[in-house]
């Protein structure tokens, strides 16, 4: 069940069928460990992003379930966009403090946790200035300080660097392993990309389209911390032949679930 040992979350055969009839998943099942840093792979239309709103408790399945070992406290799941969703009139400091503001976290701890994780995710230096002022990949930054002011035990991403240039997205790639290692929280991490599903996670699991089903479950056997000498390392350049060819075989029906 990848990097951590005890069970976090469960999907139990999860089904969506929404009311237009577009049957978005079938059958999904899967176990995520407590600490675990999972990747969701796969093309678009495979129901990548229907998981997590699954998780987060945003939809519920048609079919199936969602099982919790302890179900998160308020504020025990951060999510993370493609888009960083901050708002334009506030003051960095004030977008990441939200989530501790609508919980009634008191002013004092809260503007000493916001300014703990600006400093983390490099951004101490832009506490006051407004998003229009930032770039994109600051941005993000700010938006991943906001889904961990609350301290969460789980972080969904759904395509959080997608937008972004090469060498910001390795860049954040590396600050956001560095925030995993430290705080330990789970990750469950969407992406198109086989190169950074293979950098960030300890597994993968590559999605079949039409409708969204599990194709593949690769544990990525490559050792943490990591850095840019991964990149050329023969381990990597094997897990990424290996998630590369199950993603080709589920766009084309090759295969079988494994």
Same mark, same amino acid.
């Given at each position: 069940?990848?990097?951590?040992?005890a069970p976090f979350l469960r999907l139990d055969?999860?089904?969506?069928? +929404?009311?237009?009839?577009? /049957?978005? /998943?079938? $059958?999904?099942?899967?176990?995520?460990a407590e600490g675990e840093f999972l990747a969701i792979v796969g093309a678009s239309g495979c129901g990548?992003?229907?998981?997590?709103?699954?998780?987060?408790?945003?939809?519920?399945?048609?079919?199936?379930?969602?099982?919790? =070992?302890?179900?998160?406290?308020?504020?025990?799941?951060?999510m993370v966009f493609q888009e960083p969703t901050l708002m334009p009139w506030a003051r960095i400091r004030d977008n990441v403090r939200l989530p501790l503001d609508l919980a009634g976290v008191p002013r004092a701890e809260g $503007?000493?946790?916001?300014?703990?994780?600006?400093?983390?995710?490099?951004? =101490? $230096?832009?506490a006051e200035v407004f998003p229009r002022e930032l770039s994109g990949g600051m941005k993000m930054?700010?938006?991943? =300080?906001?889904?961990?002011?609350?301290?969460?035990?789980? /972080?969904?991403? $759904?395509?959080?660097?997608a937008a972004l240039d090469e060498i910001t997205r390795q860049k954040l790639n590396d600050d956001l392993l560095a925030l995993w290692a430290e705080q330990r929280f789970t990750v469950m991490f969407?992406?198109?990309?086989? +190169?950074?599903?293979? +950098?960030?996670?300890?597994?993968?699991i590559v999605m079949a389209p039409r409708p969204g089903r599990i194709h593949a479950d690769i544990t990525l056997d490559l050792p943490y911390p990591r850095d840019e000498a991964m990149r050329t390392d023969a381990r990597y350049a094997a897990c990424c032949r290996q998630v590369s060819a199950?993603?080709?075989d589920a766009m084309t029906g090759k295969g079988a679930a494994a």
């Open positions: 069940m990848g990097q951590g040992s055969g999860v089904s969506k069928r +929404y009311p237009n009839g577009t /049957l978005a /998943l079938s $059958d999904v099942s899967l176990s995520v990548k992003s229907t998981i997590l709103r699954h998780v987060a408790g945003l939809v519920a399945p048609s079919e199936g379930t969602v099982a919790w =070992a302890q179900a998160p406290a308020k504020g025990g799941i951060g $503007d000493a946790r916001v300014a703990a994780l600006l400093a983390q995710v490099g951004l =101490a $230096d832009f930054r700010a938006s991943i =300080a906001r889904a961990l002011v609350t301290r969460p035990r789980l /972080l969904l991403m $759904d395509e959080p660097f969407v992406t198109h990309s086989v +190169y950074e599903s293979v +950098y960030l996670a300890g597994r993968a199950a993603l080709g």
